[in-house]
């Protein structure tokens, strides 16, 4: 018989390490740019190895954790993370280095579905357990810049990166052990069948629900701190700070929907987020003034704040024997969203003289 507390513990702190290695690896491209002396293009074809691995596990873990169950999958995928953070922290040639930049990925997009697939199924709440998931990849995300700050000093990226790469066997020496929910494809039937998938309306719309709050967590995430800086003349460090309150704006609302607000209606919880979004956003376009943009940016970190684990746990509710394929289908156009406005993929589509 399955724990939950154990799977809910070792999945927290796998996506906390996911992001956290996100923002330490976007860390060290000066370091890396400097030892295999890269210019700007390389960097951004290196770095464009990273959004393809993470697609490729965010597409093949739900068929097989569908079909053999979840130990196995979350294990290997903190393995590619383990080796992925290794292997970037002492790569010797780019042929290395590109490799483990891939397997980085393609573990963190695993761990990144694998985790919400497998806490939707062992939650009768999915929607509220979700978002106490993404509690911790928001803290990733908030904590890690202060941990890289305090040790700049003392520590080189590189070995920071290693250190949190050995951190990674954990939760998969838990995920090794652990028992978890029996698979629920043992009938030996094509895993091609799930491509009744795409003939649902109601999960085509969830999808490009998804697909159009990852594009717009993206062009937050890109061009926030541009705007601040260039519309309102924010100080640089004034504009990162702006960020890192959104990101708290949208921490605290995961928090939130997983415990004062775990009863509410998912639907009732969407409601009310769009309503953020929409005060967001005219906070922030309207806003002369720092402050008001801030707010804006507060709101908008809260109304985003409830979208993947509501919706996600309404994708668990109505596919309780598919939820993994249902997840990575989901994942996967969500993804596709956000590397569609990311920089990285901007800047290598134009040409390099079109670029003022």
């Known amino acids: 018989m399955y724990r939950k507390n154990l799977i809910f513990t070792a999945a927290c702190i796998s996506i906390f390490l996911f992001r956290a290695g996100l923002i330490t690896l976007g860390s060290i491209i000066p370091e890396l740019q400097k030892k295999f002396d890269l210019d700007q293009v390389a960097a951004g074809v290196l770095f464009s190895l990273l959004p393809l691995g993470i697609l490729t596990g965010s597409l093949i873990f739900g068929p097989i954790a569908d079909r053999y169950g979840y130990r196995l999958v979350l294990a290997i995928a903190c393995l590619c993370m383990f080796a992925g953070f290794e292997g970037i922290a002492y790569a010797d040639t780019m042929l290395v280095l590109k490799i483990c930049v ?7 997009g695993a761990i990144n579905g694998g985790t919400s697939a497998v806490i939707a199924d062992i939650s009768k709440s999915k929607g509220s357990a979700l978002s106490l998931l993404g509690v911790f990849f928001g803290l990733g995300a908030l904590f890690m810049p202060f941990i890289l700050a305090s040790l700049q000093n003392t520590l080189s ?13 954990l939760p998969a020496l838990f995920f090794l052990v652990l028992d978890f929910p029996v698979p629920k494809q043992t009938n030996n039937q094509p895993l091609f ?24 967590e993206g062009i937050i995430n890109n061009w ?16 990162l700070y702006a960020l890192t309150l959104y990101l708290a704006g949208m921490t605290v609302s995961r928090l939130l929907i997983g415990t004062v607000f775990s009863s509410l209606n998912s639907f009732k919880l969407l409601f009310v987020s769009f309503i ?6 005219i906070l922030l376009e309207t806003g002369a003034a720092y402050k008001m943009a801030v707010s804006g940016l507060v709101l908008l970190g809260a109304g985003l704040g409830g979208g993947f684990p509501l919706l996600l746990g309404l994708v ?4 309780t024997t598919l939820s993994g394929t249902a997840f990575s289908f989901v994942l996967v156009i969500a993804l596709v969203g956000n590397m569609l406005v990311s920089y990285e993929w901007v800047y290598l589509l134009i040409p390099t003289e079109s670029i003022i």
Not at 102 to 108: D, P, Q
Not at 276 to 281: E, F, R, T
């Open 193 to 216: 069948s799930s491509i009744a998938l795409l003939k649902d309306h109601v999960l085509l719309l969830i999808a490009f629900f998804l697909f159009c709050q990852s594009s717009f």
């Open 316 to 319: 668990a509710n109505r596919y």
């Open 276 to 281: 953020l979004i929409l005060a967001g956003c």
């Open 102 to 108: 891939y397997l980085f990925g393609t573990g963190g």
């Open 157 to 169: 990226f590189g070995t920071v990166l290693a250190t949190v790469g050995f951190i990674t066997l």
């Open 224 to 239: 926030t701190t541009s705007y601040l800086i260039q519309h309102l003349s924010v100080p640089p460090d004034k504009a």
